[in-house]
């Protein structure tokens, strides 16, 4: 099992997401097996992710606390929880409640939900003060096809500009927009309260690659954060659903090793 001197507060999760297509039990177990800290279960077609007396016996069972709720606002969950986006995200921070996650992370909404979109900001915030919960707004990407951009979020794929308390950086993300990761880190400042850890070379898609394996300053940022006492969640998101079962095991070590090595970084004597 891993193990390493992290920072204090720094938690590295494992998100459910990251096993798929094996489902959420399979994802505690394989946390609880490597080392991970904790897990952020991602809401989806899987009826455990949806039900808090599931999710929290598998929590008691492999002693690993849930950090975090992935809301459903993808484009592969729309049906999930119906068709209300509202109702969605009021679902999943009640789960998060029932779970004992201090953590909800929600997409912007995409441009086609107009009424969705034009009171987010002000629902966000007043569902965070009304729940005691961080929504913590993910950084997306523009769609792009044929050499065209197409802007499919609303108010806006990049939340640095917007009047969220709190967000979530995903470095796939900013790997497929072309954003600067640690620029965005930097202005963020104390609004960055969420990592979903992933590397990315910059293609159109949107890769999820294990850290280290893409051109992300996964580690810079890692160690950047470490070096400010950063008391968030780092959550392991890669995608490894083309891969047979050990090498999935495999790269989730790797991931969880990077995560570990990088965060413990900064308070190692003689390092930066």
């Not at 629902?123 to 997306?140: K, T, Y």
Request: hydrophobic share 45%; with cysteine; proline share 7%.
């Amino acid at each position: 099992m891993p193990s390493a001197v992290t920072v204090p507060g720094a938690t590295v999760a494992l998100s459910t997401a990251s096993v798929y297509p094996e489902n959420s039990a399979a994802a505690f177990a394989m946390a609880a097996r490597l080392g991970y800290d904790a897990v952020e279960v991602m809401v989806w077609t899987d009826p455990v992710t949806q039900e808090a007396g599931a999710l929290r016996a598998l929590s008691d069972l492999h002693e690993l606390p849930i950090v975090s709720v992935h809301a459903p606002t993808l484009l592969l969950t729309q049906r999930v929880w119906g068709p209300d986006p509202w109702t969605k995200v009021d679902n999943s921070i009640e789960l998060a409640q029932e779970v004992g996650a201090s953590t909800v992370v929600l997409h912007p909404p995409f441009r086609w939900q107009k009424e969705y979109a034009r009171d987010f900001v002000e629902g966000v915030a007043m569902r965070e003060h009304e729940s005691g919960v961080a929504l913590a707004v993910e950084n997306m990407f523009p769609w792009r096809a044929r050499q065209r951009e197409f802007e499919a979020y609303l108010p806006h794929w990049d939340p640095v500009s917007q009047a969220y308390d709190h967000v979530t950086l995903d470095l796939s993300h900013t790997a497929t927009a072309g954003s600067d990761a640690m620029e965005m880190a930097r202005v963020l400042g104390p609004r960055l309260t969420h990592i979903h850890l992933a590397d990315g070379l910059g293609s159109l898609k949107d890769e999820h690659l294990v850290p280290g394996r893409g051109l992300q300053p996964c580690a810079e940022l890692l160690e950047m954060l470490a070096g400010q006492g950063y008391a968030g969640s780092v959550v392991v998101e890669v995608g490894t659903r083309k891969l047979l079962p050990e090498q999935r095991e495999i790269d989730l070590a790797e991931a969880l090793a990077f995560a570990r090595l990088h965060l413990a970084t900064a308070s190692v004597p003689g390092t930066s």
